[in-house]
């Protein structure tokens, strides 16, 4: 199945609100400020899809997009921003919580990890939460362009290593919104 179209579904700020379908359903989560909208706009041409700021934090909500009438893509809200209140870290937890939990078509959940950082506490942890729940996942290294291309597949390859995870799955994927690295592999991954 070749990508047609995509189209802003709904924004939701819990799982009984988010879109009801039985379309199969993707999900992309990590760190803020890690690139999640900015992958989406890159993999599918619309620099507009995907609300994109500077400052941390900004997706708050589960964001449903639908691609060529028949996936579901949610971009979930960033975990691990520090500058947010008590209160608003612990309602952005309940929500990928609740959705990761209880979202009962979520087929394939990528785990969005900054290239240039050696394992986070915060990733770790995410990661550990993961296998707690027997939840499978993969991981798409963004901000390829900011490492040296000799040093890309060391990096990442290092990553995947120090990972303790059941649950990684046996695939992983380097990308880079600016430079396009890893457009089409992705799209292609995502749209088989």
Do not use: W
């Not at 690139?35 to 589960?62: E, Q």
Request: glycine content about 4%.
């Amino acid at each position: 199945m070749k990508f047609s179209k995509i189209k802003f579904l709904k924004s939701s700020p819990n799982t009984n609100q988010c879109p009801k379908s039985n379309f199969e359903e993707i999900a992309f989560i990590g760190r803020s400020n890690v690139g999640k909208s900015s992958l989406i706009n890159m993999l599918f041409n619309n620099k507009n899809l995907a609300k994109i700021s500077k400052k941390p934090g900004k997706t708050k909500l589960i964001n449903h997009f639908i691609i060529n009438d028949t996936i579901l893509l949610a971009d979930l809200p960033g975990y691990g921003y520090a500058k947010l209140s008590k209160v608003e870290t612990k309602k952005i937890n309940e929500i990928i919580q609740d959705y990761i939990e209880n979202r009962k078509n979520l087929t394939k959940l990528f785990l969005l990890i900054d290239i240039r950082h050696e394992p986070i506490k915060t990733d770790l942890s995410f990661i550990n939460y993961l296998d707690n729940l027997k939840k499978g996942f993969y991981i798409i290294f963004t901000k390829s362009d900011k490492v040296k291309k000799n040093e890309l597949s060391k990096k990442s390859n290092i990553y995947i290593k120090n990972i303790k995870s059941s649950c990684l799955e046996n695939k992983f994927f380097v990308s880079s919104s600016s430079s396009k690295n890893g457009k089409e592999e992705i799209l292609n991954f995502i749209m088989k």
